[in-house]
T-cell receptor, first 110, second 112 residues
Framework: GQSLEQPSEVTAVEGAIVQINCTYQTSGFYGLSWYQQHDGGAPTFLSY????GLEETGRFSSFLSRSDSYGYLLLQELQMKDSASYFC???????????FGTGTRLQVFP | DSGVTQTPKHLITATGQRVTLRCSPR?????VYWYQQSLDQGLQFLIQ???????AKGNILERFSAQQFPDLHSELNLSSLELGDSALYFCASSGGPTGELFFGEGSRLTVL
């Protein structure tokens, strides 16, 4: 079967660092993506990990451990505009489809 | 702008009715995906098409159907609508297995 776990909510203050964890169980795992979605908006792509290790893109980094079926998104130097929902989404290579969970709602306070 | 176009943006209809949601993918993208997002819920995968063929199916109800046309645009048909079908329906497209989907702005369906 398939399962996906992320914390439902995380809060932090401006300038802080936040880590959003994701554990997954899927068949035919190919890679792990992260998406950001602001209220009322469309999900937007943040990062993708196909291999183990850390990928850095500006203030955001994403990590994957395939053997542990685990990944995380690290957000540094938090800004108010980072308040949004964040989704991890494992992909199944044979179909390229992404499975999203209920996401993690991040609230950044001044 | 993701390059993915969805119409209509908003739709209000009554229970028992049928609606069609339309999606135009980014130029050159062969894969189209449909997702449903209910209030405070995650994105539920419905169905994927690749170059006109159904490629993967998720938790799509039998009352729902979709297709992808030769020009690669896609339509999601929702019939015998129920109150619980009220949701934001997203279409996304991709050009390959990069983990990156480009989402449209969504079609907000309200069933009264």
């Amino acid at each position: 079967g398939q399962s996906l776990e992320q914390p439902s909510e995380v809060t932090a203050v401006e300038g802080a660092i936040v880590q959003i964890n994701c554990t997954y169980q899927t068949s035919g795992f190919y890679g792990l993506s992260w998406y950001q979605q602001h209220d009322g908006g469309a999900p937007t792509f943040l990062s993708y990990n196909a291999l183990d290790g850390l990928e850095e893109t500006g203030r955001f980094s994403s990590f994957l451990s395939r053997s542990d079926s685990y990944g995380y998104l690290l957000l540094q130097e938090l800004q108010m505009k980072d308040s949004a929902s964040y989704f991890c989404a494992p992909s199944m290579g044979n179909t390229d489809k992404l499975i999203f969970g209920t996401g993690t709602r991040l609230q950044v306070f001044p | 702008d993701s390059g993915v176009t969805q119409t209509p943006k908003h739709l209000i209809t009554a229970t028992g009715q049928r609606v069609t949601l339309r999606c135009s993918p980014r130029s050159g993208d062969l894969s189209v995906y449909w997702y449903q997002q209910s209030l405070d819920q995650g994105l539920q995968f419905l169905i994927q098409y690749y170059n006109g063929e159904e490629r993967a199916k998720g938790n799509i109800l039998e009352r729902f159907s979709a297709q992808q046309f030769p020009d690669l645009h896609s339509e999601l048909n929702l019939s015998s609508l129920e109150l619980g079908d009220s949701a934001l329906y997203f279409c996304a497209s991709s050009g390959g297995p990069t983990g990156e989907l480009f989402f449209g702005e969504g079609s907000r369906l309200t069933v009264l």
